[in-house]
Structure formats: structure tokens, C-alpha cells
């Protein structure tokens, strides 16, 4: 063989030598600079549950102190956004009254009377909204059915893919889109004014809640038990990443709920 080609060979042979070897440096890099995004997300999403624990415990002595929503120092049913920063750490923290809202647990072995009510309110919900719902008193008889232990309307059976009823008191009001003749349109639209708490009663404050419960619920006699329930978000900043954690708070007995690492439902 000629000099002059294995010289050409042996150039080959190390580029090849070079390629291979940059192309392994720079997956080592990118793996590399991925672990260290992850690592950092898990530390920061560590991070954000600890802080919003402490916010939690802040925000239950709070309420814990307070005699009710007339002790608090804002007048509606939701808190304007509450600012302030731990550790370098920016949050922001809001106070949902769920006084404001109906309880559709209060749905669980309801009487007629009782779905009128939440009748009443899913008809006026899609009129304020435009959006075509079932009508509601065919969705208060399907949410009762839905949370009877006692019934399995076969309707869920014959879904696809099958399902079953809750058979259960609703955990979040989201559950709702489980049910039958509901939509996720429908639900968007009849959000705002439902949430889930346990217990069958639901107090709704005349006062602060909007227009449309104020016109279904004017009439409605108030529960002889007044359960107060706030839900809490919390959003914790991280440069450009946001994580949210949403917590059911029991605001008389200082008691957590329900916690979720997510935004709270409309």
C-alpha cells in the first residue's frame, strides 16, 4: 500500500476518532444538563410545598381566629391576591369563600325540594352563559343517582369506556363531568358557582355570593348548621416556573381538607 494512502486512511480513521468522541461529549453534556434541570425542578417543587405548607398554617390561624367572613378584612367572596415572599421565593396567595358557592353534596339524599333549588341554579348558569346544558332538574336527579350508594344506573355500565357511578359524596365539584348528561362546556359554564364540602349543608351568603346564586337562593331557608369552608391557592415563582397547590381549608376548626399540587378549579 501506497504511503500516500494510508496517510489518507489514518486521517480517516481520526476524524472518524474525533467525530465520535465529540458526539459523545456533547450527549454527556446535554444528559448532564438535563439531570440538573430535573434535579432543580424536584428541589424547587420540594421547595414550593414547604413554603405553602407554612402559608397553610398562617392562614388557618387566621380563619381560626376569625369569627366568620365579616371578621376578614376584604368584603367578597374571593380575597384580592395576597403578595408576599419567603426566602427569596415570590408567592402569591387567594381566599375563595365557599359560602358563595353551592355545596352539591347537598345533593346526596336530597328531597325535591332540594334539587329544585340546584335546578334552578344549572338553568340560570346556562342562560347567563349561553351555553346549551341539560336541563336541571334531569341534572339533579342524575347527580342524587350518581352519589346514592344504593344505585348503579346502568347508563355508566353501557358508557364507553364502561364506568360506574360515584356511589358517594363528591370529593371536588369536578366530578360533575362524571355524570351523566354532562359536558365539559356544561361544566366550564356552572364552575363558578358549585363546589364540593363534606356534609349535606350548604350555607350560602346572600351578601357577598354573586347575582345568579342570590336570585336561586333568596328564598332558600338557611341551614340550621352554617359550615364555613375557604379554599386557598398558592403560587410559588420560580424565575419563569409556577407551581400551584390548591387546599380545601375547614376555616372555624383550623383543619385541611383536601390539598392538591394544582391550580384550584374555576
Not at 489514518?10 to 456533547?26: F, G, Y
Not at 356534609?199 to 351578601?207: P, Q, R, T, Y
Not at 331557608?221 to 375557604?230: F, G, I, L, R, V
Request: hydrophobic share 45%; proline share 7%; charged share 20%.
Amino acid at each position: 500500500m501506497k504511503p500516500t494512502r494510508q496517510r489518507g486512511i489514518a486521517l480517516v480513521t481520526a476524524l472518524l476518532v474525533v467525530a465520535l468522541a465529540t458526539v459523545a461529549a456533547v450527549a454527556m453534556a446535554l444528559r448532564g444538563q438535563a439531570d440538573i434541570r430535573r434535579t432543580s425542578a424536584v428541589f424547587e417543587r420540594d421547595m414550593s410545598r414547604h413554603i405553602a405548607a407554612g402559608a397553610e398554617a398562617m392562614v388557618l390561624q387566621v380563619l381560626e381566629q376569625a369569627g366568620g367572613p365579616d371578621d376578614l378584612p376584604w368584603d367578597t367572596c374571593l380575597s384580592p391576591v395576597l403578595p408576599f415572599e419567603v426566602d427569596g421565593i415570590r408567592l402569591q396567595a387567594t381566599l375563595d369563600n365557599m359560602q358563595c358557592r353551592y355545596n352539591v353534596n347537598a345533593l346526596a339524599g336530597a328531597d325535591e325540594v332540594e334539587q329544585g333549588y340546584f335546578a334552578s341554579l344549572v338553568d340560570r348558569a346556562s342562560q347567563e352563559s349561553g351555553v346549551s346544558m341539560p336541563s336541571g332538574a334531569q341534572l339533579a336527579v342524575a347527580v342524587t343517582d350518581w352519589m346514592n350508594p344504593e344505585t348503579d344506573d346502568p347508563v355508566y355500565r353501557l358508557a364507553d369506556p364502561p364506568k360506574v357511578s360515584g356511589n358517594r359524596p363528591m370529593i371536588t365539584a369536578s366530578e360533575l363531568v362524571s355524570v351523566s348528561g354532562m359536558t365539559g362546556e356544561a361544566w366550564q359554564a356552572l364552575s363558578p358557582y358549585v363546589t364540593a364540602y363534606p356534609g349535606a349543608a350548604s350555607a350560602i351568603d346572600l351578601e357577598r355570593s354573586s347575582d345568579v346564586i342570590k336570585e336561586v337562593f333568596a328564598e332558600r331557608p338557611a341551614p340550621q348548621e352554617a359550615p364555613w369552608y375557604m379554599r386557598l391557592q398558592i403560587v410559588a415563582e420560580f424565575g419563569e416556573r409556577r407551581y400551584y397547590q390548591c387546599t380545601l381549608l375547614d376555616a372555624p376548626n383550623g383543619k385541611v381538607v383536601l390539598r392538591e399540587q394544582t391550580a384550584c378549579e374555576p
